[in-house]
Nanobody
Framework: QLQASGGGLVQPGGSLKLSCAAS????????IAWFRQAPGREREGVSY????????YYGDAVKGRFTISRDNAKNMVYLQMNNLKSEDTAVYYC????????????????????WGHGTQVTVSS
């Protein structure tokens, strides 16, 4: 079971750090990703941390601003979001799968069988 937290209201240019906690499984043995969904829009891949190699990938919209990380001791995954923009406003979900996924297939939400409850991020002045 996955649970995202840390969302909130922040001004443009501000920062937030989202957390994803897992119960019943270890984060290290799973590939983890963050997706987001804004009202009226499809789910969008934000970042992907690959199981095994630990390779990291980002969606084009967040490259250079967001950072995904993992704390194996705490069994947590984080998403540090800097220089937030109004278009980052969305519900953010952490998702998982038991093995890695190649190339840009990770951007397809149908490739991720495990979804947690989301956390709302609102960027507004």
């Amino acid at each position: 079971q996955l649970q995202a937290s840390g969302g909130g209201l922040v001004q443009p240019g501000g920062s937030l750090k989202l957390s994803c906690a897992a119960s019943g499984a270890t984060m290290y043995s799973h590939s983890i990703a963050w997706f987001r969904q804004a009202p009226g829009r499809e789910r969008e891949g934000v970042s992907y941390l690959r199981a095994g190699s630990g390779s990291i990938y980002y969606g084009d919209a967040v490259k250079g601003r967001f950072t995904i990380s993992r704390d194996n001791a705490k069994n947590m995954v984080y998403l540090q979001m800097n220089n937030l923009k109004s278009e980052d406003t969305a519900v953010y979900y952490c998702v998982a799968r038991q093995n890695s996924i190649i190339l840009r297939a990770w951007l397809d939400p149908r490739q991720w069988p495990y979804w947690g409850h989301g956390t709302q991020v609102t960027v507004s002045s």
